[in-house]
């Protein structure tokens, strides 16, 4: 029931009400008796309370049913309460930077993202116009295309220079929806960015680490393959078609032929089951030819290489030569069942024997001594053989007992190879968690007669380990399983380079976002800095040209030094985006005709009329340099910071000097300070970033000057050498080599 029809309702309850007090009001007094009163008056009274009661019967069905809107309502808001909360959370914190505005582009909301890329909180950008953040270059076109976003029109991927609140511009992409009302008009405008300079960090990522990937792959010692998810071969490295003796075109056709994993199989069933993600990785041991034609084996590791994003995950499958392995297991169960048939033909009588066998039982039989010590002898010989190998073997038997333990694993368990023979590894007391994996897997084993490879770590004699194992079958003359060896390799180095490399990845990706930063950091600092700076150093300059002639010295001191300290943060900022370039191999080499002389003489007269006013620059040159090809910018670079560090650690009134010479390859600058010596302990480090010399007291220095020095020298193909000496000072010889025109 709506709340209109509980108020007709209430109303025409009211008013019967109403007629029911006129009645009463019409009824005679008291005293006069009920009989007297007219029977019409009497149903007219009976009828108006039934009426009432009627009424009260109805609101209270109506007042019922309004309650029963009213708890739906309340679920109702509350549902939308928790979705509007749901909405307001994944806006809040969403990856990508939201804004929603008036069609005029006035923000009325804005979630996280968008106050960290524009370096103000979400809640002060509420009511502030998205232009003022716009490049003021672009603000001309931003107003065109907000007329296209009031007719209704929708915009995506439009590339907009933004402005941080107090800090530097950078590129966003704009997806922009318009909000219409019932009537299809455009009341407001939804607006998503996306952050451009971020993107392209992460694919610059991707690609340095696909780049390392690749070079991985190709340098690798060992055989690799990269696999799709049907066992096509994708890709396969030098080291693979090296070890097989075929081009990377025979592979794609030799090798799918070799593997099996086009066929149905147990080798089909396995692949497929690691590219559902069931398994992480297995192994397979399988011979093949050589390109001397020699048979060799190898073991094939199978992994899952998970996709990245949209990219389709792969298998990489590498190969490994261990034919050395597989004859010493070869030459294992071939000493084994040697010993076995002579045990054998032991056991038989001569009746049941040929002529031939019955005479060399009698010959057996005639020299037991003889044959005992031949047994013995091929023992040793077995023992010293597997005993010399860092590999474990572990033969067992099938009720478990151990047959054969070679001396490298008894050693590695803390105990002798005699300790085993006949003993389980419960009388051991060996760990019972790896052993009874062990003993299900032999059992498969058993019941197989096929060869299962897997990776454990064992406690050992040195700490943990981590293994990786191969149980094989050891076949009577029937060929039936009667015993298992099982061979162990230490893999703990491997692992460990493994886990070495990538932690190297990583480190190398944090070097390149620290890079990245120092760039960007860069790039901010000169930018908001030099026109502020350009100012104050105008501005000082116009009021000493204007300073009346009586004003005190010390004012027109502080001018001067104002001056000198603005020059001094200039050349910071030079040095700053100078070393950016070099960061990111942006600098390059640029030589032109140059009149060396000439250079260095004015280079000297300029630095010797401004911040050397209180020192002496002698600049002398002893062969004809009028006409090199040098990089005059890169020249400036150097001999500019070599000696304004000469000024600034020599004393005032102290002497520079500036030689040039040239020979027939080269120019050598040679500048030469009078100031303090530097530690040999300190020149090892001169041209590292910030370090400065232990002995230089006060002397303030930014710590950037020698390492540009360094790496413009180096640019060029030159050198620089320190010659250092107590009392005298330090010379610094700078050799560059030229090409004369």
């Given at each position: 029931?709506?709340?209109?029809?509980?108020?007709?309702?209430?109303?025409?309850?009211?008013?019967?009400?109403?007629?029911?007090?006129?009645?009463?009001?019409?009824?005679?007094?008291?005293?006069?008796?009920?009989?007297?009163?007219?029977?019409?008056?009497?149903?007219?009274?009976?009828?108006?309370?039934?009426?009432?009661?009627?009424?009260?019967?109805?609101?209270?069905?109506?007042?019922?049913?309004?309650?029963?809107?009213?708890?739906?309502?309340?679920?109702?808001?509350?549902?939308?309460?928790?979705?509007?909360?749901?909405?307001?959370?994944?806006?809040?914190?969403?990856?990508?930077?939201?804004?929603?505005?008036?069609?005029?582009?006035?923000?009325?909301?804005?979630?996280?993202?968008?106050?960290?890329?524009?370096?103000?909180?979400?809640?002060?950008?509420?009511?502030?116009?998205?232009?003022?953040?716009?490049?003021?270059?672009?603000?001309?076109?931003?107003?065109?295309?907000?007329?296209?976003?009031?007719?209704?029109?929708?915009?995506?991927?439009?590339?907009?220079?933004?402005?941080?609140?107090?800090?530097?511009?950078?590129?966003?992409?704009?997806?922009?929806?318009?909000?219409?009302?019932?009537?299809?008009?455009?009341?407001?405008?939804?607006?998503?960015?996306?952050?451009?300079?971020?993107?392209?960090?992460?694919?610059?990522?991707?690609?340095?680490?696909?780049?390392?990937?690749?070079?991985?792959?190709?340098?690798?010692?060992?055989?690799?393959?990269?696999?799709?998810?049907?066992?096509?071969?994708?890709?396969?490295?030098?080291?693979?078609?090296?070890?097989?003796?075929?081009?990377?075109?025979?592979?794609?056709?030799?090798?799918?032929?070799?593997?099996?994993?086009?066929?149905?199989?147990?080798?089909?069933?396995?692949?497929?089951?690691?590219?559902?993600?069931?398994?992480?990785?297995?192994?397979?041991?399988?011979?093949?030819?050589?390109?001397?034609?020699?048979?060799?084996?190898?073991?094939?590791?199978?992994?899952?290489?998970?996709?990245?994003?949209?990219?389709?995950?792969?298998?990489?499958?590498?190969?490994?030569?261990?034919?050395?392995?597989?004859?010493?297991?070869?030459?294992?169960?071939?000493?084994?069942?040697?010993?076995?048939?002579?045990?054998?033909?032991?056991?038989?009588?001569?009746?049941?024997?040929?002529?031939?066998?019955?005479?060399?039982?009698?010959?057996?039989?005639?020299?037991?001594?003889?044959?005992a010590t031949l047994v013995e002898q091929l023992g040793k010989m077995l023992n010293n053989i597997l005993s010399s190998t860092p590999e474990f073997f572990f033969v067992y038997d099938s009720t478990g007992k151990y047959i054969y333990v070679n001396r490298s694993a008894a050693q590695a368990l803390g105990l002798t190879q005699s300790d085993f023979i006949s003993k389980t590894w419960q009388q051991l007391e060996l760990p019972a968690e790896i052993m009874e994996r062990l003993d299900a897997q032999r059992a498969v084993v058993f019941s197989t007669g096929q060869p299962i490879t897997d990776e454990a770590s064992f406690p050992t004699v040195e700490g943990m380990r981590d293994y990786e194992y191969t149980i094989s079958p050891i076949s009577d003359v029937g060929s039936n399983p009667e015993a298992v060896v099982v061979t162990i390799r230490d893999i703990t180095e491997q692992k460990r380079a493994a886990v070495a490399a990538s932690e190297a990845m990583a480190k190398?990706?944090?070097?390149?976002?620290?890079?990245?930063?120092?760039?960007?950091?860069?790039?901010?600092?000169?930018?908001?800095?030099?026109?502020?700076?350009?100012?104050?150093?105008?501005?000082?300059?116009?009021?000493?040209?204007?300073?009346?002639?009586?004003?005190?010295?010390?004012?027109?001191?502080?001018?001067?030094?104002?001056?000198?300290?603005?020059?001094?943060?200039?050349?910071?900022?030079?040095?700053?985006?100078?070393?950016?370039?070099?960061?990111?191999?942006?600098?390059?080499?640029?030589?032109?005709?140059?009149?060396?002389?000439?250079?260095?003489?004015?280079?000297?007269?300029?630095?010797?009329?401004?911040?050397?006013?209180?020192?002496?620059?002698?600049?002398?040159?002893?062969?004809?340099?009028?006409?090199?090809?040098?990089?005059?910018?890169?020249?400036?670079?150097?001999?500019?910071?070599?000696?304004?560090?000469?000024?600034?650690?020599?004393?005032?009134?102290?002497?520079?000097?500036?030689?040039?010479?040239?020979?027939?390859?080269?120019?050598?600058?040679?500048?030469?300070?009078?100031?303090?010596?530097?530690?040999?302990?300190?020149?090892?480090?001169?041209?590292?970033?910030?370090?400065?010399?232990?002995?230089?007291?006060?002397?303030?220095?930014?710590?950037?000057?020698?390492?540009?020095?360094?790496?413009?020298?180096?640019?060029?193909?030159?050198?620089?050498?320190?010659?250092?000496?107590?009392?005298?000072?330090?010379?610094?010889?700078?050799?560059?080599?030229?090409?004369?025109?």
């Open positions: 029931m709506s709340e209109q029809i509980f108020d007709q309702q209430l109303a025409l309850s009211l008013q019967r009400l109403e007629e029911l007090w006129q009645q009463v009001d019409e009824l005679p007094p008291r005293a006069q008796q009920a009989q007297e009163l007219p029977s019409q008056r009497q149903d007219l009274l009976k009828e108006s309370l039934e009426g009432l009661s009627l009424s009260l019967q109805e609101l209270q069905v109506a007042a019922e049913e309004l309650r029963q809107e009213k708890e739906d309502l309340a679920e109702s808001l509350t549902a939308v309460k928790t979705e509007r909360q749901r909405y307001q959370e994944l806006f809040k914190f969403a990856p990508d930077g939201y804004l929603v505005t008036t069609k005029d582009g006035t923000i009325l909301e804005a979630n996280q993202t968008v106050g960290e890329l524009l370096n103000i909180s979400p809640e002060r950008l509420v009511t502030k116009p998205l232009v003022v953040f716009i490049d003021p270059q672009e603000r001309r076109d931003f107003y065109a295309k907000l007329s296209q976003l009031q007719k209704g029109e929708s915009l995506k991927n439009w590339q907009v220079q933004l402005q941080r609140w107090r800090e530097a511009f950078f590129e966003v992409s704009f997806t922009v929806t318009p909000i219409q009302d019932s009537q299809g008009q455009v009341v407001g405008l939804r607006w998503q960015l996306q952050d451009l300079a971020s993107t392209k960090n992460t694919e610059s990522a991707e690609q340095q680490s696909e780049a390392l990937f690749r070079a991985m792959f190709e340098n690798a010692a060992i055989g690799i393959m990269l696999l799709d998810s049907q066992g096509q071969v994708i890709k396969s490295n030098r080291a693979l078609e090296e070890m097989l003796g075929y081009g990377s075109q025979d592979l794609e056709t030799v090798l799918p032929q070799w593997l099996n994993l086009d066929k149905s199989g147990i080798e089909a069933v396995t692949f497929q089951q690691l590219m559902a993600g069931k398994r992480s990785c297995y192994q397979r041991e399988k011979c093949y030819r050589a390109p001397d034609k020699s048979l060799r084996w190898g073991r094939l590791t199978y992994s899952l290489v998970q996709g990245v994003g949209n990219k389709p995950a792969f298998a990489t499958c590498m190969l490994e030569d261990i034919t050395e392995l597989h004859q010493l297991k070869a030459t294992q169960q071939e000493a084994v069942k040697h010993e076995q048939a002579l045990k054998q033909q032991l056991a038989l009588k001569p009746s049941q024997s040929n002529p031939e066998q019955t005479d060399s039982i009698m010959r057996l039989e005639a020299e037991p001594q003889q044959l190398e990706e944090e070097f390149s976002a620290l890079k990245s930063h120092f760039s960007y950091f860069a790039s901010v600092i000169t930018h908001e800095l030099r026109n502020p700076l350009n100012n104050i150093f105008a501005c000082t300059k116009l009021i000493e040209s204007n300073t009346p002639s009586e004003t005190d010295e010390k004012t027109l001191n502080y001018l001067q030094l104002i001056q000198v300290n603005v020059r001094r943060m200039n050349q910071l900022l030079n040095d700053l985006l100078l070393i950016k370039k070099v960061e990111a191999k942006e600098l390059e080499l640029n030589p032109s005709l140059l009149n060396l002389t000439q250079f260095c003489q004015e280079l000297s007269e300029e630095l010797q009329q401004g911040v050397a006013s209180r020192h002496k620059i002698t600049f002398t040159s002893q062969e004809s340099c009028s006409a090199v090809s040098l990089d005059k910018k890169l020249l400036r670079h150097i001999l500019t910071n070599l000696l304004l560090n000469a000024i600034k650690y020599s004393p005032e009134n102290g002497e520079i000097k500036l030689d040039v010479a040239c020979q027939e390859k080269q120019a050598i600058f040679r500048i030469q300070d009078s100031g303090t010596d530097i530690p040999q302990a300190d020149q090892e480090f001169l041209f590292k970033m910030f370090h400065q010399g232990s002995n230089v007291g006060v002397v303030a220095g930014s710590g950037l000057g020698l390492l540009i020095v360094k790496q413009c020298i180096d640019l060029q193909g030159g050198e620089i050498a320190v010659e250092s000496t107590q009392a005298v000072g330090t010379t610094l010889t700078v050799t560059l080599p030229l090409s004369r025109n």
